[in-house]
């Protein structure tokens, strides 16, 4: 069994979703080992708590460098010992301490089709707002390894999510989120704790024959 830390920073509808997968069985040969927030008072914690997860803040504001606070993060996941790191929802970028000490160990959910509308500033809505201002009729979410590059490692899964006629930028993302994120972070986590992803000359490759049964 392998442990999954989950990292967040806002409401946690993807932890959520990581969360009901392991309670239906389908967070296949993983289990959720902690919750760590980059600030008090989310409602991921609450989420955390109710479903008996241990769960911890590391509070960016608290840090004055962005190397005191990887510092502080890695301090805190030693704790736990995690296999794997999910970001989700989580807004800080991660720097090379932790990059190294989990070198493609660490998986992201980002709410377009990389290679669009990702990179620095699209984060939240403004993803979406940037899709809706070009005119695309076709977004998704994907779920990718995280490097040093933001939103530049390799892709493991997307789903494509259509957009339609009178979308906000808040309609948009729930559909993103329902259709896409919320499917496919549990379907990458589940992959990850198989053994099934291997990575080669930077892209993923799915060996299938490593899968369990999908259970009924
Ligand atoms: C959302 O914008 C989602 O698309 C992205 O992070 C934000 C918050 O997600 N992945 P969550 O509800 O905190 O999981």
Redesign the pocket.
């Known amino acids: 069994m392998k442990k999954v830390a989950v990292l967040?920073?806002?409401?946690?509808?993807?932890?959520q979703a990581l969360i009901d997968a392991q309670e239906q069985g389908k967070l296949k040969n993983g289990e959720i080992c902690c919750v760590i927030a980059s600030k008090p008072g989310v409602y991921?914690l609450e989420r955390a708590d109710r479903a008996g997860i241990p769960y911890d803040v590391v509070a960016r504001k608290h840090y004055a460098s962005a190397e005191e606070f990887d510092h502080a993060l890695c301090e805190k996941l030693g704790g736990y010992q995690p296999d794997l790191i999910v970001l989700?929802?989580f807004l800080c970028i991660l720097g090379k301490e932790i990059l190294s000490q989990y070198a493609n160990r660490i998986i992201n959910?980002?709410?377009s089709l990389i290679p669009a509308f990702c990179g620095d500033g699209f984060?939240?809505?403004k993803?979406h707002e940037a899709v809706l201002a070009s005119g695309v009729k076709m977004t998704g979410?994907t779920v990718h390894f995280v490097n040093e590059v933001t939103d530049g490692g390799a892709i493991i899964a997307q789903k494509a999510v259509a957009v339609q006629e009178g979308d906000t930028p808040e309609v948009l993302?729930q559909r993103?989120?329902r259709e896409a994120?919320w499917k496919l972070l549990p379907y990458a986590v589940s992959l990850f704790c198989e053994g099934a992803i291997q990575v080669k000359d930077g892209k993923t490759v799915i060996d299938q024959s490593k899968r369990q049964e999908e259970s009924e």
């Open positions: 967040v920073s806002g409401g946690g509808t993807n932890l991921a989700a929802g959910i980002h709410p984060y939240g809505l993803v979410a993302q993103v989120m994120e």
